[in-house]
Structure formats: structure tokens, C-alpha cells
């Protein structure tokens, strides 16, 4: 999750995105936003796919080992 997580802060902050910005293009709370990216939430599947895909216009996978 660490590694998610620091990927989700990474991405947001390429194009200089805020988290408010994020917050108004996901509908998701920024408080939310705020504690997923210091590990203090945990999220469910479909926010992680909603919050790179709609949020930051990224594609996501997962691939199993």
C-alpha cells in the first residue's frame, strides 16, 4: 500500500495538481485525499481506479505473480 500510495502523491504532483483540484474532478473529500496519502485510510479498489483514472487521467493494472 506504501508504494501505491506514494505513486498516487507522485503522479498528483507532476502536473502541479493540488488536492483540491483532485478533489473537484473525483467527488471525493480532500480531508479523504488528505489522509489516504499519509497512510491513514484505507481505500477500497474502486477509489485507487477512480481516484488515478478520473482524477489524474492515468490508466491503472493490476497483474497477478
Request: net charge positive; hydrophobic share 35%.
Amino acid at each position: 500500500m506504501f508504494i501505491i500510495i506514494e505513486m498516487l502523491k507522485q503522479v498528483r504532483k507532476e502536473p502541479n495538481m493540488t488536492q483540491d483540484s483532485l478533489q473537484r474532478k473525483t467527488g471525493r473529500n480532500k480531508s479523504y485525499i488528505l489522509k489516504i496519502e499519509n497512510g491513514k485510510e484505507n481505500m477500497q479498489l474502486s477509489t485507487l481506479f477512480r481516484l488515478f483514472e478520473v482524477g489524474l487521467n492515468r490508466k491503472i493494472g493490476l497483474t497477478s505473480l
